[in-house]
């Protein structure tokens, strides 16, 4: 676009380096197939390490993860999902064959606590979950999820991010999981399958032109 949009063909950011975000981000796709392969020892733990040193609102740190790397811990998982429903009309089979699951939860608790402090307190966010405009320990575990998803990548390793839905209560009770924390989703990690490449209909959709997506200035309808 020319005129009031910027041109974007230059780069303004050296993305030659090969573990660059720039790079990384260009790589993330969804994978819905993986093979039954572990990851090497500690991997996951050293990742999450990592990731969860994205901001908290307040530095509140109410972001906790489950981690299921363990097979019958992760066919749980799976059994406990389709409860009731026929597993294997499921259109990506290829997911349950991921050897890590995580879920990461946002804890209210621990932000509403926070805000009660002396410097926070004039916020009024210390008073009750009610007051929280923005749920801000799933905007957290969100920023933690996406750095995660960049580092996995950064590893070779793929993954596919999906939400629980009416799952959630199901699975915080089989994994004894505190009433109170909130899950965000589940992300999948694990080696890709490269010869049963399965592409979700939503993959298929075309992204949105820069010139949709940002207003310079002021807010006004794309030319």
């Given amino acids: 676009m020319v005129g009031r ?3 974007t063909s230059k780069s303004w950011s050296d993305s030659s380096t090969k573990n660059s975000v720039a790079t990384t981000l260009s790589r993330r796709r969804s994978c819905r197939s993986f093979v039954e392969r572990k990851l090497p020892k500690g991997l996951i733990l050293e990742l999450i390490d990592k990731a969860r040193r994205t901001p908290t609102a307040g530095n509140s740190q109410g972001v906790e993860f489950l981690v ?21 009309k499921f259109p990506f089979p290829g997911l349950f064959r991921a050897p890590v699951l995580i879920i990461p939860f946002g804890i209210p608790s621990m932000y509403i606590e926070r805000y009660k402090e002396d410097d926070k307190s004039y916020t009024n966010l210390g008073e009750d979950i009610k007051e929280w405009k923005v749920p801000y320990w799933l905007t957290d575990a969100a920023f933690a999820t996406m750095a995660l998803q960049l580092l996995a990548i950064e590893n070779q390793i793929e993954t ?3 939400g629980l839905f009416d799952r959630e209560e199901r699975i915080k009770e089989n994994f004894s999981i505190p009433q109170n924390y909130e899950a965000l989703g589940v992300l999948i990690l694990g080696y890709p399958d490269t010869e049963e490449v399965k592409v979700g209909r939503s993959q298929k959709r075309e992204r949105r032109p820069l010139s949709e997506v940002v207003h310079l200035g002021s807010w006004h309808s794309p030319q």
Avoid: R, Y
Avoid at 69 to 83: C, H, L, P, R
């Fill in 5 to 7: 949009w910027l041109k």
């Fill in 68 to 88: 299921l790397d363990d097979k019958s811990a992760v066919d749980d998982f799976w059994k406990v999902s389709f409860s009731g429903k026929d597993k294997s």
């Fill in 160 to 162: 596919c991010f999906i």
